[in-house]
């Protein structure tokens, strides 16, 4: 059972792995907010989705479920078999989950949360009626909230523009003659990429809709058009097209 939020990148990430490995899973999408509540009582330690729940533990965080997925289900493999080329498939993972992730997320809200319209409709897809009443209902105080949590003002999100223009600096730098970023086949690394810029390359094979380009707010339009029409804005819609294209999710009974 995976438990997500459609839209986050760190649960694609996670998805992406499952249905890389073509491992059967059901996906259960919470309402933001109310997520934190469901991932602590499951997890005791996380606080925040993806989460991963195989074999009666619930595991938090998308390194450690995509090691436990790694290690249960090895084939396709997305470490390296050699050592070396290992090291550096985890290390970029851990570069683009820190050095990127939080700051496109950080200025895809700053965009995006002054627009309810825009956003509560995806927050609450699939959810039942009463559930949508409540968000919508709920939004200011969530908007709020995600705010302080998140850190998501304008004096940071200015400093998360230039964070994430600098990951992809790093990752057209990483790009091989290959086309991967390790070795000669697609790894971790590559899927990690790919998933967290998925704001800029917005790729037909994501699974879920997304804001249309036409309603992105202009300013918010500009800075992500601008990244995906460099070498690695065209790389990672690429990837997607190349390695996303299989689901393994499964519809609950």
């Given amino acids: 059972m995976l438990w997500q939020l459609e839209l986050s990148h760190y649960n694609e990430k996670v998805r992406w792995a499952l249905d890389y490995k ?21 997890t ?44 550096r498939a985890l290390e970029l993972e ?20 002054p627009y309810p319209g825009l956003v509560v409709p995806l927050f609450s897809r699939g959810q039942p009626l009463p559930a949508r009443i409540l968000l919508r209902a709920g939004f200011p105080m969530l908007r709020l909230g995600m705010r302080r949590r998140f ?18 600096d790093r990752l057209e730098r990483e790009i091989s003659s290959s086309g991967v970023l390790v070795g000669e086949s697609f790894t971790v690394a590559d899927l990690t990429a790919a998933a967290l810029f998925y704001p800029v390359t917005r790729p037909p ?11 992105l707010p202009e300013s918010a339009r500009e800075f992500l058009d601008s990244l995906a029409q460099r070498p690695g804005g065209k790389w990672g819609a690429e990837t997607y097209h190349r390695h996303r294209h299989w689901s393994a999710e499964q519809r609950p009974r």
């Fill in 22 to 42: 073509r491992v059967p899973h059901i996906r259960r999408s919470l309402l933001p907010g109310l997520h934190i509540l469901k991932a602590k009582r499951l």
């Fill in 44 to 87: 005791g330690d996380t606080s925040t989705t993806p989460v991963l729940t195989l074999d009666g533990r619930s595991i938090g965080d998308s390194t450690r479920i995509i090691a436990s997925i790694e290690e249960r289900w090895p084939q396709p493999p997305l470490y390296p078999e050699d050592a070396a080329q290992g090291h």
């Fill in 94 to 113: 851990e570069f683009f989950d820190q050095e990127l992730g939080p700051h496109i997320r950080r200025v895809a809200y700053q965009e995006l949360l």
């Fill in 151 to 168: 850190e998501i003002n304008v004096e940071a999100a200015e400093e998360s523009r230039a964070k994430t223009v600098a990951a992809m």
């Fill in 205 to 215: 094979e994501f699974p879920y809709p997304m804001i249309a380009d036409h309603d």
